[in-house]
Every structure is written in C-alpha cells, then in structure tokens.
C-alpha cells in the first residue's frame, strides 16, 4: 500500500467552480502535513501546511483528521491560474524526508 | 524573496559518467535534501544533511551517490557512474526547520 494516496484526476472545472481533493496516509507516525503545488516541468512549491484545527489561506482551505488519516484541500473560485498538480505531502516524527504522493492534476477551463 | 538556486539546469551525459550537480540553499537554512522525480512519477527523497553530515537517506542513496558542503554556500550531488535509470529530475530543497522544506528549480539529468 503506498503511503500517501491521492486520485491522479484530472479534474476538469469551469472558472469560478469549488473543487475539493482528497488524500489519505498510511502511516500514523506522520506528524506533518502540507499541500505542494507543482506545475508541468517545475519545482514543488508549498501551498499551504494543514493543521488539526483546519486552516484557509485566501481561497484555499485545508483540512486533517487524524482519526481517519485524511487531508482536504478545497479550492473556493477556481482561476485559471490554479491549473497545476496538487501534491499532498506528510513529514513523519523524527524524520527528515518529505514523503509525497502522486498528485492530483487540477485543469480550470475558461 | 530569497530562493533556492540550481546549476545547471539540463545535463546530458553518457551512462557510466560522473555527474555533479549544484545547488545554492537559501543563506540561513540549516538543513538540505535532494530529491528527484523520475518522468511521470512522484518525487522521492534521496538524502537530507545537517550539520556538516548526512542525516537520513533513503534506499535509493547507495554507493554511487554522495553529497557535499564544500563552502558555506554551495551543496553539491554527486552520481560517480551514471546508469540509464539515474535519467530524472534531481530537486534540492532546503529549510530553517525540518517541515518547511523549499526546492531550487530542479537539474533535469539525462543519461545516454
């Protein structure tokens, strides 16, 4: 089983939609937890870190439950702009390493 | 805003070949990885470093691959007999705490 999962998409929304993806982890020792965006042929950029009590950024809001092993990201207003792959990524206690999934793609279209 | 830095940015080389690749962290940034992504897979982590020595490293990171702080700016990968299979994206990041993690623009290495 991989340790981080996410559905691949794409996910394909009009300009203005609200779009959620999901994302689960394997691993309980994982203590931190971020969202990375990556567009085609680039670097991963950090969106946001998520936190146990939920945080939103702007249009953004992301959300954990550890119970579940789940993280959320919701995009209120898509833009164009936002069309890229959404990386959910977990840090594990006492480690160093980032462990990333696959992403999920994201295509806003006009 | 400052930013992880990377040289060179493409590199083609022929299989069994030594490759060293660059990267600038941003200045008072404690701890540095590399990581890389094969086309069309996720990013996987091969090494972080703190402290002057290497502090984790994944299954990945065998022999052939080492890294060095040679100056108090510059941190360096090296693959000392590239295979076919070393053809990825090679990331450096670096971060002030362990979580936060910020990547350079990436060296796209192409092995022959």
């Known amino acids: 089983r991989k340790e981080v999962e996410q559905d691949p998409g794409p996910f394909n929304v009009p300009e203005g939609a609200t779009v959620a993806f999901n994302c689960t982890y394997s691993?309980?020792?994982?203590?931190?937890f971020f969202w990375y965006r990556q567009d085609c042929r680039k670097e991963p950029k950090l969106l946001m870190s998520?936190?146990?009590s939920g945080n939103e950024d702007g249009r953004f809001t992301a959300q954990l439950n550890r119970a579940s092993q789940y993280i959320s990201l919701l995009i209120r207003d898509s833009k164009l702009s936002d069309s890229a792959t959404y990386l959910c990524?977990?840090?594990?206690?006492?480690?160093?390493?980032?462990?990333f999934g696959s992403g999920t793609r994201l295509l806003v279209r006009p | 805003e400052p930013e992880v830095t990377q040289t060179p940015s493409h590199q083609v080389t022929q299989m069994g070949q030594e490759v060293i690749l660059r990267c600038v962290p941003i200045?008072?940034?404690?701890?540095f990885y590399w990581y890389r992504q094969i086309l069309g897979q996720k990013v996987e982590f091969l090494v972080s470093?703190?402290?002057?020595?290497?502090?984790?490293k994944s299954e990945i990171f065998d022999d052939q691959f080492s890294v060095e702080r040679p100056d108090g700016s510059n941190f360096t990968l090296k693959i000392r007999s590239t295979k076919l299979e070393d053809s990825a994206m090679y990331f450096c990041?670096?971060?002030?705490?362990?979580?936060?993690?910020?990547f350079g623009p990436g060296t796209r290495l192409l092995v022959l």
């Open positions: 990524v977990v840090n594990r206690d006492s480690s160093y390493k980032l462990i």
């Open positions: 990041a670096s971060s002030f705490v362990i979580e936060t993690q910020y």
């Open positions: 200045s008072n940034h404690l701890y």
């Open positions: 998520v936190y146990s």
């Open positions: 470093f703190y402290n002057n020595e290497i502090s984790e």
């Open positions: 691993n309980s020792a994982s203590q931190s």
